[in-house]
């Protein structure tokens, strides 16, 4: 079947995402004065929305003299965490939207409420993005994934929809030498146009290929490096091995598609998406961030605890829309087994989500290769039951000789940077 036919199919069955497409890509054909002036009205509509209808949003500003969104306060994690429920559109069904969760580059777990039309719009922008390496829909996307929780089932229905989307998804939580020779194969069998994920899973990936003075196909036009933080070790090992351009992309789970690079490697906010403020806050530029894209649970003024700032001027590349760079990102290392397999940190986060709402932070942090300390810090000690099952869980999903041990600080303590990173390997 021909991508042209497959993308076909795939734009009947995601009539929403394709139209949502067709108004991102009008958008990059405005000026920045428009963009801007658009994003200045999607902002105002946005906080008056969440004014008039959500309990959290209304009482919140009760007391202020107009909603200008300059002086509006800041929006953190533990006010998320505490009024989440509050946070939702009034009148809205809560058991009929989904349901996100995040570890977050703090440490600090945060859940989340969005509605099918948020879910749609973060698909349509996803290949917004992409486009801009030269990929168009219909095109294979071979996607390298660490968030066990993302990962579709395996039924035919979904194998289908997969094979329609051309985009297959590989659960790279946790992998071995074994298991970085699987997927080289599977590049080869898949013959992909582009190669997405986690940062440090496509350096691992890169890295593999380098030793074994392996190969990989000329279908390849780009990389998307994701989630995490990526090094300037970790572009050039990839570029020369996978030998196309890497792209970084910016988001969130809470709020995503918030910038993404372009060919000249510059990384520009996508403005009919987010409003992006950078803030002096705690001696450093902290990012601020209002999504334009949830209704169902706004976030307004949102500071997600990652630093950065905008900058002036227009790129080579023609791209109205305007220019940041980061500063302090999210970091955490992946766990290692005796047996050489390797976990990545998303898997621990998924770990604790039924946990959640009684947790203020966490820490897992791999002591030798056989012991993992997770320190908790919360109000409500996890009861004996629970706390049995998270060590079974280790034992099963990562090592059967690993040890959990589960500590209860006060507090945790940040790093050199000021961040709360919530996996830690103390391994050479």
């Known amino acids: 079947m021909s991508h042209r036919l497959k993308h076909a199919l795939h734009r009947r069955l995601h009539r929403e995402r ?3 497409l067709d108004e991102l890509l009008h958008n990059q054909t ?4 428009q963009l801007l002036a658009k994003q200045a009205r999607e902002l105002d509509g946005i906080i008056r929305f969440a004014y008039d209808h959500t309990p959290y949003y209304h009482e919140k500003y009760a007391a202020l003299s107009d909603l200008d969104p300059a002086s509006l306060p800041i929006l953190r994690k533990d006010e998320i965490i505490r009024h ?3 946070m939702v559109t009034r009148d809205l069904d809560k058991s009929l939207l989904k349901t996100g969760s995040t570890g977050g580059s703090t440490g600090v777990p945060l859940s989340f409420y969005y509605d099918e039309h948020k879910s749609q719009l973060m698909r349509a922008g996803m290949c917004r993005g992409y486009m801009g390496s030269g990929w168009r829909p219909g095109q294979k996307i071979l996607n390298f994934w660490g968030a066990r929780q993302d990962i579709s089932g395996s039924s035919v229905t979904q194998r289908l929809r997969d094979f329609i989307a051309a985009e297959q998804t590989i659960p790279a939580y946790q992998h071995s030498e074994a298991q970085l ?8 069998s898949y013959r992909p146009v582009l190669l997405q994920g986690y940062a440090s899973i496509l350096a ?6 380098d030793d074994n003075r392996l190969t990989v196909p000329g279908t390849l036009i780009g990389v998307y490096s994701t989630a ?9 090992l990839m570029e020369r091995v996978f030998r196309c351009k890497v792209f970084n992309q910016y988001g969130s789970r809470e709020i995503p598609n918030i910038a993404c690079e372009c060919r000249h490697g510059n990384l520009h906010v996508f403005t009919d998406m987010v409003h992006l ?8 530029e902290r990012i601020v961030l209002t999504s334009l894209t949830n209704r169902a649970m706004p976030f307004i003024r949102y500071e997600n605890g990652d630093s950065g700032r905008l900058l002036e001027g227009d790129c080579a590349c023609g791209s109205p829309f305007p220019l940041m760079e980061m500063g302090l990102c999210r970091s955490n290392d992946l766990i290692r087994t005796r047996h050489g397999k390797r976990v990545h940190p998303s898997y621990f986060n998924r770990l604790l989500l039924d946990s959640l709402k009684d947790i203020r932070q966490y820490c897992f942090i791999q002591e030798t290769l056989d012991k993992i300390i997770l320190q908790l810090v919360t109000s409500n000690p996890l009861n004996r039951e629970t706390e049995k099952n998270l060590q079974a869980r280790i034992r099963a999903e990562v090592a059967d000789e690993m040890v959990l041990e589960i500590h209860y600080p006060a507090e945790i ?9 919530f996996v830690i390997s103390k391994l050479d």
């Open 204 to 209: 691992e990936l890169a890295r593999f290929i």
């Open 181 to 188: 020779r699987q997927w080289v194969e599977t590049i080869h």
């Open 30 to 33: 405005l000026s920045r004065a």
């Open 413 to 421: 303590e940040r790093t050199s940077s000021g961040k709360h990173r």
């Open 228 to 236: 995490e933080v990526l090094y300037g070790w970790q572009r050039e």
């Open 277 to 284: 403020e950078s803030c002096p806050i705690d001696g450093e």
């Open 18 to 20: 394709f139209r949502l």
């Open 84 to 86: 989440r429920d509050a």
